[in-house]
């Protein structure tokens, strides 16, 4: 059974930093593609960065610059470093994999910028 467990968000002001954390397990974690979404309040859940078994590496738009994400193959976990916080950023963030064809989620943490 796939399992996502995220962590790490919380409360920062604007230009603040957190970094997020996905625990995973059920699945071959070198082998695969994870991704970090977002879904701001009253919005769609959003891709915000994706990383390959390889290492490479998409962001959205609204994030080059700022997030930066990594995997750790030994541990099975995914980061999510998040610097140069706005409020815009602000929403719960989720771990994922596509994995047998099917969508996997973790339970989400909050982000919230705020002054």
């Known amino acids: 059974q796939v399992r996502l467990v995220e962590s790490g968000g919380g409360l920062v002001q604007p230009g603040g930093s957190l970094r997020l954390s996905c625990a995973a397990s059920?699945?071959?974690?070198?082998?695969?593609?994870l991704g970090w979404y977002r879904q701001a309040p009253g919005k769609q859940r959003e891709l915000v960065a994706s990383?390959?078994?390889?290492?490479?590496?998409t962001y959205a738009d609204s994030v080059k610059g700022r997030f930066t994400v990594s995997r750790d193959n030994i541990r099975s976990r995914m980061y999510l470093q998040l610097n140069g916080l706005k409020s815009e950023d602000t929403g719960d963030y989720y771990c994922?994999?596509?994995?047998?064809?099917?969508?996997?989620w973790g339970q989400g943490t909050p982000v919230t910028v705020s002054s």
């Open positions: 059920g699945f071959l974690f070198r082998l695969n593609t």
């Open positions: 990383i390959t078994s390889g290492g490479d590496t």
């Open positions: 994922h994999i596509n994995f047998r064809g099917r969508d996997w």
